[in-house]
């Protein structure tokens, strides 16, 4: 669980009222000094075209970052679109986890929880969209 793409991955699928939450004990329990304040910028999104096998450069998106030290760990944290408490929430949980910090038991428990919820709502989002589906065979046949 502790892997960083995973945590990043349930950082931004994630209900933000619990990182929220999480954040503001933490802060309130640990030296946190905000070394860059939330901001909005374009990145350059680069995918990987499987054909011909090279990277190319999709276009540009819009993402909020930002950066803090907590007890002497430096952290950046990065949401996709304009979501400066997400952005913050994922620096400070990430440097709690990074710094081991005695809130980073809780933090990875509640993200256990997180994901069981997102893995929920992907089965329900899911089953939505399967019902539209559409058989091509089968309608050949009628």
Known sequence: MEDIDRIDYLLAEGGLPVFIELAEELASQARVKIIQEPSACLVMMQVFETVQG???NLG???ITECAVE???TYVQG???GDEPQRALCAALLK???AGKH???PKILSVFAEQENT???RKKTEFSLVAR???DFEVMDHI
């Open 118 to 120: 997102i893995q929920q």
């Open 102 to 104: 005695p809130l980073a």
């Open 132 to 134: 539209t589906r559409v």
């Open 60 to 62: 540009e998106v819009l």
């Open 54 to 56: 090279h990277h190319f």
């Open 78 to 80: 990065f949401a996709l």
């Open 95 to 97: 440097g709690a986890i």
């Open 70 to 72: 907590i007890e002497g």
